[in-house]
């Protein structure tokens, strides 16, 4: 029989046990949210990149059968459709972009009270006084306005189709398939098929004029609402924290992680360096890597014990497997899962672009059939689920 003691301390343990899961179960609600929130930009980002292409396949038909017809003079009907060209594209983007500000704004506030919330029911502090006033701190409204418009541009050379920006790729396409159709070598169908490939493959994808980096427009819309509320979450948690006097932070853990960051995911840092070692002793900087999704929180109680014990972060990742003869395991598990997603994403396109330019797309459809069934094996294998919301176009 226990002594009075030993079961205070087990009563002790079990509560601490139990906020623990609750800690877990809000990190992963927080996961969840985010990624719901995200959906509708990103929706609406493939619509944009869909009707783009749409655009563009069209416009490379129409200049072939102008340009091939008898006293057609080529660099005026070429000169033409880039105008075209750069309207749509104007127009386009400036559509996206209002529709994701609009769409963010409401996230952003949405992601501010819930951060807020959580805070006041972790420190069992009422929204007002201290808490309430880190409402002005953070502005998201303003700060993602500010993103979009800094990378969403209605020129066209703010985007690019494969290595090349809109309208070279385009240029280039109708110089060289005229060529063809004109000497004999294809016909305008076979032409169409050529550049439909290439636009399905490449998708359009959003240049960083500071940094001349390319991603697809949908990827980067996600990662950019994904980099957004992580930093505005981050920010209201400092603040809050320091006013509160509080300087250890512990940063959540998920499956995968690329192999530099499992070092200190799930770990402990102290803004002073005293309890534990400083974020940069920590990190390095590298929770500031370009889609990185770790998070820190507060950690309002000292003596809690760690949301992810030793064991569990050592059994975090998908553990080995092989597939059609390759070994997998852990990020390099999610990465191929990745280009499975990007390459079902191209299928779809292509299937898209073809009907609509009323070509046959039975060999993309048994192509996407066979794409879904490996991708829907390997996911299985790697004990994951299907991630619909990634295999969605338009």
Not at 105 to 119: A, M
Not at 196 to 215: F, H, M, N, P, Q
Not at 321 to 336: D, I, L, N, P
Request: glycine share 4%; with cysteine; hydrophobic share 30%.
């Amino acid at each position: 029989m226990l002594s009075e003691e030993e079961q205070r301390e087990q009563e002790r343990e079990k509560r601490q046990e139990e906020r623990k899961q609750e800690r877990l179960q809000k990190q992963i609600e927080r996961r969840r949210k985010l990624e719901e929130r995200e959906r509708k930009s990103v929706k609406r980002a493939s619509v944009f990149e869909l009707g783009m292409m749409i655009f563009v396949s069209n416009k490379i038909r129409e200049v072939l059968e102008k340009s091939t017809e008898e006293n057609a003079k080529f660099n005026e009907i070429l000169a033409k459709s880039l105008v075209d060209l750069r309207k749509f594209t104007k127009k386009e983007s400036k559509s996206l972009k209002k529709d994701v500000i609009k769409e963010s704004k409401n996230n952003f506030e949405e992601n501010k009270n819930g951060t807020l919330e959580l805070i006041q029911e972790a420190t069992k502090k009422k929204m007002n006084g201290s808490l309430a006033k880190h409402i002005a701190y953070v502005n998201p409204q303003k700060e993602t306005a500010k993103r979009w418009k800094k990378y969403i541009k209605s020129n066209a050379n703010t985007y690019a189709i494969g290595k090349d920006k809109l309208p070279v790729f385009f240029t280039k396409v109708v110089q060289e398939e005229v060529k063809n159709v004109v000497g004999g070598k294809s016909t305008i169908d076979d032409s169409c098929r050529k550049a439909i490939s290439k636009l399905a493959y490449s998708g359009v994808k959003i240049v960083e004029y500071d940094t001349g980096v390319k991603r697809n427009v949908d990827v980067w819309v996600r990662q950019q609402m994904q980099y957004a509320e992580k930093e505005s979450s981050q920010e209201i948690n400092n603040k809050c924290a320091k006013d509160l006097g509080v300087t250890v932070f512990e940063f959540d853990a998920h499956a995968n992680a690329r192999p530099s960051h499992k070092k200190w995911q799930g770990k402990r840092y102290d803004t002073q360096g005293k309890l534990y070692p400083s974020l940069y002793e920590l990190t390095h900087g590298e929770e500031k890597d370009y889609g990185c999704r770790h998070f820190a929180q507060p950690v309002w109680d000292i003596d809690m014990p760690y949301a992810y014990a030793k064991e569990q972060l050592k059994n975090i990742d998908t553990k080995p497997f092989t597939f059609q003869g390759k070994k997998y395991e852990g990020y390099e598990a999610r990465q191929y899962q990745r280009e499975l997603e990007r390459n079902i994403r191209a299928l779809k396109r292509e299937v898209i672009l073809l009907d609509n330019q009323g070509l046959s797309s039975t060999e993309a459809k048994i192509k996407l059939k066979h794409a879904n069934a490996v991708y829907k094996a390997f996911s299985s294998e790697m004990g994951d689920r299907v991630h619909n919301d990634r295999l969605r176009i338009g």
